[in-house]
């Protein structure tokens, strides 16, 4: 059987180390490569003694492009303008790039979009089979129930988390407006302070918490008059988000050019 070579961009990075182990622990991948930024102490290293697996026989690198040539898919969790200009290498080399990376702006999501129209993308904010059954759950429950119910999303992560709302929290937001037939944009209420009046009818609220080691937790609560639905996620530890970016990148091989979800990948 000829294997699928997956290269990790951003191959020291917590994310990163979970995904080159995964990848030499799956049947049918084999890890093409890595690459750090400039001045990462990983770099010139030996990606399998660096993640403790052992010598494998290729350093990491940083030159993206020749990674992008040498795999036939790219796994990619780093920072958004750097995933946003995979995004154009992956397009140019015919390489699946599955996309991670959260907190990319709606400019680099029209990059994004463009790019797919070469090459098959996934791109999820969460890619645990779980949060993406739950984003299914809330888009459902959210169709059966009207604005009486109050549509609030909590979430916490552990204290480096640098952007907020999280990916995930948005991404059950914009599952929750789905739902109920409206625009995020339109009703999100991302930030509340000081003298806010009261709560508009419709809106979809969020909250951000961050401290500790939280991997991730999302809860999201719609709340009646008397009663309460709550629809809760928690991730202990991050090899689902490695999973199921080794899935997603398994599953797209092969398809033809477009951006997809991990509810493609997951038939949901
Ligand atoms: P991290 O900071 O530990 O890792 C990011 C890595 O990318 C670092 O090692 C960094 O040096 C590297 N990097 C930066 N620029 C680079 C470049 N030009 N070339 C190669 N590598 C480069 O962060 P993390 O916790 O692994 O998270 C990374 C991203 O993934 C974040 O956006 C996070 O929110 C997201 N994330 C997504 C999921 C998901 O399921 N979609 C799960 C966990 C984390």
Redesign the pocket.
């Known amino acids: 059987m000829t294997e699928l070579r997956i290269g990790v961009?951003?191959?020291?990075?917590?994310?990163?180390q979970m995904l080159v182990h995964e990848i030499v622990r799956t049947d049918g991948c084999a890890l093409a490569g890595g690459?750090?930024?400039l001045g990462?102490p990983a770099l010139g290293r030996d990606l399998g003694e660096f993640s403790g697996l052992g010598h494998l026989g290729l350093s990491v690198g940083?030159d993206?492009e020749k990674l992008f040539a040498a795999s036939d898919a790219v796994l990619d969790?780093?920072?958004?303008a750097?995933s946003v200009r995979h995004a154009v290498l992956a397009a140019a080399k015919g390489a699946v790039h599955v996309i991670?990376?959260?907190?990319i702006d709606k400019a680099g999501e029209a990059v994004i979009r463009e790019a797919a129209k070469k090459t098959p993308i996934v791109w999820?904010?969460?890619?645990?089979v779980g949060v993406n059954l739950l984003m299914a759950l809330v888009e459902q429950v959210a169709a059966k129930l009207d604005v009486r119910y109050d549509i609030e999303i909590v979430e916490m992560h552990h204290r480096?988390?640098v952007?907020a709302p999280?990916?995930t929290a948005l991404g059950l937001g914009r599952a929750a407006a789905k739902g109920r037939g409206v625009e995020l944009d339109a009703v999100a209420q991302r930030v509340r302070d000081g003298h806010t009046g009261p709560r508009p009818a419709g809106a979809i609220g969020f909250a951000a918490l961050r401290g500790g080691d939280v991997v991730?937790d999302h809860s999201v609560i719609f709340a009646g008059d008397g009663e309460r639905i709550e629809l809760t996620h928690r991730a202990g530890g991050?090899q689902n988000?490695a999973q199921?970016?080794v899935r997603a990148a398994l599953w797209a091989h092969g398809r033809k050019p477009g951006l997809y979800a991990m509810r493609d990948v997951l038939g949901l």
């Open positions: 961009v951003g191959c020291a990075g917590r994310m990163g690459t750090e930024s990462n940083d993206a969790f780093t920072v958004p750097v991670g990376t959260t907190g999820a904010p969460n890619m645990s480096h988390k952007d999280s990916g991730g991050r988000f199921g970016a």
